[in-house]
């Protein structure tokens, strides 16, 4: 991999991030009240999914819908079948009950997105 493509990685990584943590801020800023900032916040949470999906298609990421379908059930099957449950774990032995229970949310419905993906898969035969 060469040091351009580790930039391109860490660079989709941070505007995917930027992106939500500024949607979070829009629906704080909503919660009190101040439409205008929410607004802003929502603006600039757009520009970052373009530079994000930009990086993306540089990266060669997205292929046929065929490929995507079966590489997105196979990172549904991960999270799955190892990350969430051993961060429910380590969660709970570290007494964290309120990321235990973000993090069992999400992992239910994993397993309908994994489902909906293999479904949509077995389409073409």
Same mark, same amino acid.
């Given at each position: 991999? $060469?040091? $351009?493509?580790?930039?391109?990685?860490?660079?989709?990584?941070?505007?995917?991030?930027?992106?939500?943590?500024?949607?979070?801020?829009?629906?704080?800023?909503?919660?009190?009240?101040?439409?205008?900032?929410?607004?802003?916040? !929502?603006?600039?949470?757009?520009?970052?999914?373009?530079?994000?999906?930009?990086?993306?298609?540089?990266?060669?990421?997205?292929?046929? $819908?065929?490929?995507?379908? !079966?590489?997105?059930?196979?990172?549904?099957?991960?999270?799955?079948?190892?990350?969430?449950?051993?961060?429910?774990?380590?969660?709970?032995?570290?007494?964290?009950?309120?990321?235990?229970?973000?993090?069992?949310?999400?992992?239910?419905?994993?397993?309908?997105?994994?489902?909906?993906?293999?479904?949509?898969?077995?389409?073409?035969?």
């Amino acid at each position: 991999m $060469t040091k $351009t493509d580790e930039n391109l990685k860490i660079a989709f990584s941070d505007e995917s991030q930027t992106n939500i943590e500024y949607l979070a801020y829009a629906h704080r800023a909503i919660d009190e009240d101040m439409m205008e900032v929410a607004q802003l916040f !929502r603006e600039a949470a757009g520009a970052e999914v373009v530079h994000a999906l930009s990086h993306l298609r540089v990266m060669g990421v997205v292929r046929s $819908t065929r490929e995507n379908l !079966r590489e997105a059930a196979e990172g549904e099957d991960l999270e799955i079948l190892s990350m969430y449950p051993k961060f429910i774990e380590e969660a709970e032995q570290e007494g964290r009950a309120e990321a235990a229970r973000s993090f069992r949310v999400a992992f239910e419905r994993e397993k309908h997105h994994r489902a909906m993906f293999r479904k949509a898969l077995g389409r073409f035969g």
